[in-house]
């Protein structure tokens, strides 16, 4: 696995993501921080069972001896407080405070509250409780008691888990970031689904769309979905007019040359002396248009995908012999030498037509460009899982410009060349049925070399586009 793609900043749907989430951190916190220092910082209570159990387990010290004024009352309460685990503080009427150590004066605003109340409350100020008030005399001055440190109460309708303010800024994040989470998916989800789309539609199926998924949306993605929608249908109605176009008009070719063919074959019984060389000639252009018919066919079966594989355990180095021996005939005339080195038994899946036709186009484009005098080599090797097959003439070659369109359908380098312009074409189709590669590059100092790579065993046994 690539470290990029852990990297939530590394596609659109992380920078969304984030985005939002920090933009909702910050709003969560923000709000936090107003209606914290803004809201009523306390809250009035009834005691629970267990402040009562408090009273009932607590020593009070003596505050009742002679003579005890304010100030000795607040040294005692001061010594008591520092080793005390529940603090006591007296309130008089004037709600002056005894006790140390003393809490901050906003606090008397709740106690006084606390005093208003019928019988004993529970006060909770940020984080820490009061109990009381207990009405106490002392000394003939009435006193209200107030014990600090009390257990704190739970929020209102809130379970005890969230009594803590780092519990519910924890919540409100994670909220946060699970409804930023839904927000960018809904987002991304149908931009995701039209990347799939564009690639199915890349690959060659036409029929591809975007779905009601996207297009049943009302906003401007959906727009985009319906849009994408419409230019899939057009384009997909354009490519199957221009293959039924070429279909038909392959097929209506036929017919006519067909009856060309017997119209010759009824001429030459009958036709004086001397028009034998028209028609050789007539037969020759005859011959051309048959086999130019016969490549549109083919090229327009691999285009409507109904050329098929027929997956069957074939000798490759016998179909490669087969291409030799009859490229090795037709080379004769021109002494042109064929050295192939062949590997075997070569055994693989796949369909040996194809692969005849493939190797057999290939063979005799070299043948064309091949000088008189020429060699062609031709090599099979294998490795592990894998076929390769070299192709090597002494031509001209072809400029480096002009490669990558050599296996383009009609498209021919010389243009004086009686060829149509489809072998390479439909190699290359046959060769990606097969899920295998071929390539072409310049030999030094002159020269082409066809190399096609191929698998034993396809993994997809489908349309390799």
């Known amino acids: 696995m690539q470290l990029g793609k852990l990297n939530p900043l590394g596609s659109v749907f992380g920078k969304i993501w984030i985005s939002f989430w920090l933009s909702l951190i910050l709003i969560v916190m923000a709000a936090y921080f107003v209606s914290f220092q803004a809201a009523k910082q306390y809250q009035v209570a009834p005691p629970a069972p267990r402040h009562i159990a408090i009273l009932s387990n607590i020593v009070f010290p003596d505050l009742g001896f002679a003579g005890t004024d304010a100030i000795r ?5 001061t010594n008591y407080n520092e080793t005390a685990r529940f603090q006591l503080y007296l309130v008089d009427d004037a709600y002056r405070m005894l006790g140390s150590p003393q809490p901050p ?24 409780a009061w109990l009381g008030p207990i009405p106490i005399t002392v000394n003939a001055v009435n006193y ?96 199957s007019a221009q293959q039924r176009l070429l279909s038909n008009v ?105 692969l ?10 070299a043948l064309r460009f091949s000088p008189t005098d020429g060699t062609i080599r031709i090599a099979l090797t294998q490795s592990t899982g894998q076929v390769n097959l070299t192709i090597s003439d002494e031509g001209p070659g072809v400029p480096e410009d002009k490669l ?16 149509a312009g489809l072998g390479l074409n439909i190699a290359l189709q046959a060769v990606q049925l097969h899920e295998g590669k071929i390539q072409a590059v310049n030999n ?16 997809q046994r489908g349309r390799a586009r």
């Open 144 to 239: 209200r008691l107030f014990l600090r440190g009390v257990p704190s109460l739970p929020p209102a309708n809130l379970p005890f888990w969230l009594a803590s303010q780092w519990m519910q800024l924890a919540l409100a994040l994670t909220i946060s970031g699970l409804m930023s989470l839904l927000l960018t998916w809904s987002l991304v989800r149908p931009i995701e689904k039209l990347r799939q789309t564009v690639r199915a539609l890349a690959r060659g199926t036409l029929n591809a769309r975007a779905g009601s998924s996207v297009s049943r949306r009302s906003d401007e993605i959906g727009e985009l979905g319906r849009d994408f929608d419409d230019m899939a249908t057009r384009i997909e109605d354009l490519v």
């Open 250 to 354: 392959s097929h209506e070719l036929r017919s006519p040359l067909t009856r060309l063919q017997v119209a010759m074959g009824i001429v030459r019984q009958k036709a004086p002396e001397g028009l034998d060389r028209a028609l050789d000639r007539i037969e020759r252009e005859s011959d051309r248009l048959e086999n130019m018919i016969a490549q549109i066919l083919k090229l327009s079966r691999f285009e409507n995908d109904m050329q098929r594989v027929e997956w069957r355990p074939i000798e490759l180095d016998d179909i490669v012999r087969k291409v030799v021996e009859d490229a090795r005939f037709e080379a004769e005339p021109r002494q042109i030498k064929i050295l192939a080195q062949i590997d075997g038994p070569l055994q693989m899946a796949g369909d040996a037509q194809l």
């Open 404 to 419: 990558a369109r050599l296996f383009d359908p009609f498209y021919r380098l010389d243009q004086t060349n009686p060829g």
């Open 356 to 365: 005849h036709s493939t190797l057999d186009n290939v063979v005799r484009n």
């Open 105 to 128: 004066k906003r606090i008397l605003v709740m106690l006084s509250e606390m005093m208003e109340q019928e019988g004993m409350q529970v006060g909770q100020w940020r984080n820490e």
């Open 73 to 77: 009352l607040a040294l005692i309460l």
């Open 444 to 459: 030094q100092p002159h020269g082409l070399t066809v190399i096609i790579d191929i698998p034993k065993v396809a993994t």
